[in-house]
């Protein structure tokens, strides 16, 4: 029997629809090449497409650097990082890995309240 396959559009649409001040959902293969991504209706996106493609390469990348430490330290839960004009986040699934961005000026309670949802929603993946 083949395995479920998951219709990814409608995965980061779940995702941007969990708070209004969502920006952006990806997932990414493990090359950082993006499999599919979405931009929250009305949002302008703060980087290029090219920009775009670049940093998702590079999240791939960090991710490998990390799991040199995971026997130590244990495995990655997710990636929380404050900027300015965005909050980035990155959570890693079996095969894929989940990039979102929201606002900056969401609590962090909020902010991990939606991490946990996210993950409990591409766990699958």
Do not use: W
């Amino acid at each position: 029997m083949a395995a479920k396959k998951v219709d990814l559009l409608k995965t980061v649409e779940t995702i941007i629809k969990l708070d209004p001040k969502m920006r952006f959902a990806a997932i990414i293969d493990a090359k950082g090449n993006i499999r599919e991504a979405i931009m929250k209706g009305g949002k302008t996106s703060l980087k290029t497409q090219k920009e775009e493609e670049h940093f998702c390469k590079q999240v791939a990348q960090r991710r490998t650097m990390r799991k040199e430490f995971d026997r130590s330290l244990g495995k990655v839960r997710y990636v929380h990082v404050e900027r300015e004009k965005v909050t980035q986040m990155v959570a890693y699934t079996k095969r894929n890995i989940i990039y979102f961005t929201m606002e900056p000026e969401m609590s962090i309670e909020k902010k991990i309240r939606l991490v946990t949802k996210i993950k409990k929603i591409t766990a699958d993946l």
